[in-house]
């Protein structure tokens, strides 16, 4: 008996299945990270704990589609975009998950519980930063439907829009993230040092998950203007 192959079975539907099976995995690995904030915000490690695992049984599914993409992608397929911005593209969006990964590792591994003044501020940030991933899934799964537009101008102009809306986003984490670092200055004198250090760490790290969402934006741009 043949055994079908289900990667196999994804390029032979389209080839683009894979990359968008890839990002809706990286969302929802996002979005795991606003359960396990809370977690530790209550100090509930062992649920902190137990999200992390989900985080990481994600993390390593979209690794797998991403190996599979790689390996699967023949040379030869013609394809309406360019093969090498299509794995551009993977590679980027990987970038997503592992982040969400590192947030986590570090925020469990230490125990680190934000200062009850930049609870709601990070919470926001976090929520922008999933929001700003969720806005990437959502302008790539407008690909496929363009590609079997034609490209037309309609299904186009809809994933433009999503891409503007996902500039503006990670332009409020920004403006979230220079907002909470002048409150985390404030209180550094009553803060261990060593604490600071990795809360200034974890602010960046949020950044980047917001900012690595809009280069899957840039990324989609550069790939359907060729």
């Not at 709601?120 to 439907?145: F, I, K, N, S």
């Amino acid at each position: 008996m043949v055994k079908t192959n289900p990667f196999s079975a994804m390029f032979g539907r389209s080839p683009f299945q894979p990359l968008l099976a890839h990002i809706a995995k990286s969302n929802e690995c996002a979005d795991q990270l606003l359960p396990f904030f809370e977690a530790s915000l209550a100090g509930d490690w062992d649920e902190a704990a137990r999200v992390r695992e989900t985080i990481t049984q994600l993390e390593h599914e979209a690794d797998s589609l991403k190996t599979e993409l790689r390996l699967n992608l023949p040379n030869t397929l013609f394809l309406p975009v360019s093969r090498s911005d299509l794995l551009d593209l993977i590679s980027v969006q990987d970038k997503i998950a592992n982040k969400v990964r590192d947030i986590t590792g570090i925020m469990l591994g230490r125990r680190m519980r934000v200062p009850d003044e930049l609870a709601q501020p990070m919470r926001d940030y976090m929520h922008t930063a999933v929001a700003c991933v969720a806005q990437a899934r959502q302008a790539l799964e407008e690909l496929q439907d363009l590609l079997e537009s034609g490209f037309g101008r309609h299904v186009s102009d809809v994933m433009q829009n999503l891409i503007r809306e996902l500039h503006i986003l990670e332009q409020q984490a920004d403006q979230q993230q220079i907002a909470i670092r002048r409150q985390l200055f404030d209180l550094e004198d009553r803060l261990k040092p060593v604490d600071v250090v990795f809360l200034y760490k974890i602010i960046d790290w949020v950044g980047e998950l917001s900012d690595r969402a809009e280069r899957v934006g840039s990324r989609l741009q550069i790939l359907t203007a060729r």
